[in-house]
């Protein structure tokens, strides 16, 4: 076979992330006595000032995909047959961004001297090479054995989320303006920032004395490949005998081209961090952002796009799965499945800054490595079996079914609470994103802690190591890690385990020669939790992290207890300094799932259908 297809598409995204302003408060009283924030942020139209789909500062592009392909079947003996193909695939951007001369002559030279820009400029979309994908498959009988072995590899390019590389076109420096005020970055401004209640009347940087604003920044590199795999799989089917087959599969597939996000707004690593409970090797930054006109940086953020030039993801998955099916209306279906999932960049978000910002990394962002993805399955088994009784000479029918299905945890993360690498430039070090370093016993009786109160209670620094060390021993993940830092979704929520039940109830009625169906059903989902309502619990996590160190600030070396901590490193104020929520231990990190959607319920949820056959 021999085809092609080409598709047109004409682009507007008119979002604009927080045009209705941003606000964090330590706590409800500041927000009720209409106190000065914590951090305010916010991004407009620089062109307009309307903050809706009709504003001119909407990304507005045109892009159009070509593809070629070709297949053929090969069939070199009864029992062998083989499969050959070949797709090109071809992306043409048509329209071109507006260009920013001060980003060209100004931002970039100054990106560049710590990052590697890959032809970036403002102005400029990405020409993507033509991406050409060949294909192998073969499937091999062996009759006289009841197998059939299956398989195949190539390479599959596949499409990318347009808002991602559309953000060029309005995220230029030109159309949006944005900024932060927070403690550490626009000071004086937010001195005078408080609430305002109207989404169209938020605070602007001319309003608070701001100079430059150009909002965020997308660039992406000259050259930019779509995501590319490389997947081969085998399998071998095997017919038993009396209805049973079974098969087993396995797939492999290895990331070829993905993408890569870099924080140019962040400087290069002010120190490496040493002493007792922070791990070895750990970067620090500084808060600020890279200087672009003498001490100042116009840009909320700023983003490169590129393609990864290091290690790549990888994913693979086995299954085998046992199949049964009667004349005489009884089923069954069984399978289990492992595999893994391992990524560089998750990439699960529509906005480029998110993309980097929502990565738990041990030395900043921009040094991401390979880690669990948020999709990494584990072990997966699921069982059905069904019977159909039929009677009243054939009028009634009654079929029962239970499906089980037992899957691993979702992956999570171990983090600080509080920013120890503080590579979040220009958002004032807020941080949540740090993996945390997993002490050993040896070296918690040299760690600083400072007091922590929770609630009404006080915990000194004894009962804190106490507690924490008791905890770290208790959870199966961390006591193996001792001496080294938490792995990036290394730990998992526990296992579920959930049956869900169908009974369905046929009437066949004749009338006038014609035979019709009536059905009622009755299903329940989660049907281990109506039974027993700590049974069939799906767990969940926000985020996919959790907090359970929280870093302070840092102190004197040697100082074990301060009473206080500083935000700022500096040579003699240089030891991390900890603390540890004791009421942790004999708490999970998750909680059961709120959600009423029947998959992933913690809650039995039943439904009634009628439908009728003609």
Do not use: C
Request: cysteine-free.
């Amino acid at each position: 076979s021999l085809g092609g297809e080409w598709e047109y598409n004409n682009i507007k995204n008119a979002f604009i992330q927080r045009t209705w302003g941003e606000y964090w408060y330590d706590n409800i009283d500041q927000f009720y006595l209409n106190q000065r924030p914590r951090q305010f942020r916010t991004a407009y139209s620089l062109l307009d000032g309307i903050a809706s789909d009709a504003t001119d500062a909407a990304a507005k592009f045109k892009i159009g995909k070509g593809a070629a392909f070709i297949n053929d079947e090969f069939r070199v003996t009864d029992n062998l047959s083989l499969n050959f193909g070949l797709r090109a695939d071809y992306y043409k951007w048509l329209s071109k961004p507006v260009t920013d001369q001060f980003t060209n002559d100004i931002a970039i030279p100054k990106f560049a001297t710590l990052y590697d820009m890959q032809g970036a400029q403002s102005g400029q979309a990405p020409k993507v090479p033509v991406s050409i994908s060949p294909r192998f498959g073969f499937t091999y009988k062996i009759p006289e054995e009841n197998i059939v072995v299956r398989g195949g590899m190539g390479l599959f390019t596949g499409r990318i989320p347009l808002v991602w590389p559309g953000g060029v076109f309005n995220n230029n420096g030109l159309f949006l303006g944005g900024f932060i005020a927070n403690s550490s970055t626009n000071a004086a401004a937010w001195n005078n920032v408080r609430f305002r209640s109207n989404p169209y009347g938020q605070w602007t940087a001319a309003e608070l004395g701001i100079g430059l604003n150009k909002g965020g920044l997308n660039l992406i590199s000259e050259k930019f490949r779509n995501p590319r795999v490389f997947r081969t799989s085998l399998g071998v089917d095997k017919k038993l005998g009396n209805g049973w087959t079974t098969t087993f599969e396995a797939l492999f597939s290895k990331n070829i081209s993905e993408v890569f996000y870099t924080n140019l707004n962040a400087q290069a690593p002010i120190a490496t961090l040493t002493g007792p409970g922070v791990g070895p090797g750990r970067l620090l930054y500084n808060t600020a952002s890279l200087p672009l006109v003498g001490t100042t940086n116009p840009y909320d953020n700023a983003i490169l796009l590129t393609n990864n030039q290091g290690a790549k993801g990888f994913a693979y998955n086995l299954s085998l799965t046992v199949d049964k099916r009667t004349r005489d209306g009884f089923n069954f279906n069984f399978n289990y499945s492992f595999g893994n999932s391992v990524v560089t960049n998750e990439a699960t978000s529509s906005v480029n800054l998110s993309q980097w910002q929502f990565m738990e990394t041990v030395n900043g962002r921009n040094n991401i490595t390979r880690s669990n993805s948020d999709f990494s399955a584990g072990h997966r088994i699921f069982a059905y079996v069904s019977k159909k009784f039929t009677y009243a000479k054939k009028s009634m029918a009654t079929t029962i079914s239970l499906v089980y299905t037992g899957q691993s945890g979702a992956p999570f993360s171990y983090v600080y609470s509080g920013a120890i690498v503080k590579d979040d430039a220009n958002a004032g070090g807020s941080g949540g994103n740090d993996l945390i370093y997993i002490p050993t016993k040896a070296e918690m009786g040299s760690m600083s802690i400072q007091n922590n109160t929770v609630g009404t209670i006080t915990y000194t620094r004894d009962q804190q190591l106490s507690a924490l060390d008791a905890y770290i021993d208790a959870d199966p993940y961390l006591s193996k890690r001792r001496g080294q830092f938490a792995e990036r979704n290394g730990s998992r929520l526990p296992f579920t385990n959930i049956i869900d039940l169908k009974i369905a109830q046929d009437f066949n009625i004749k009338v006038a020669g014609h035979r019709y169906q009536f059905q009622i059903t009755y299903d329940v989902f989660n049907f281990g939790n109506m039974l027993n309502r700590d049974w069939g619990r799906n767990y969940f996590l926000n985020n996919d992290q959790f907090a359970a160190i929280s870093f302070r600030g840092f102190t004197t070396p040697g100082t074990l207890n301060p009473a206080s901590s500083s935000s700022t490193y500096s040579t003699t104020n240089s030891q991390a300094v900890f603390s540890f929520n004791p009421q942790n231990v004999g708490r999970s990190p998750w909680n059961a799932s709120t959600s009423s959607v029947p998959s992933v319920a913690a809650r039995w949820i039943s439904q009634l259908g009628v439908r009728f056959n003609f």
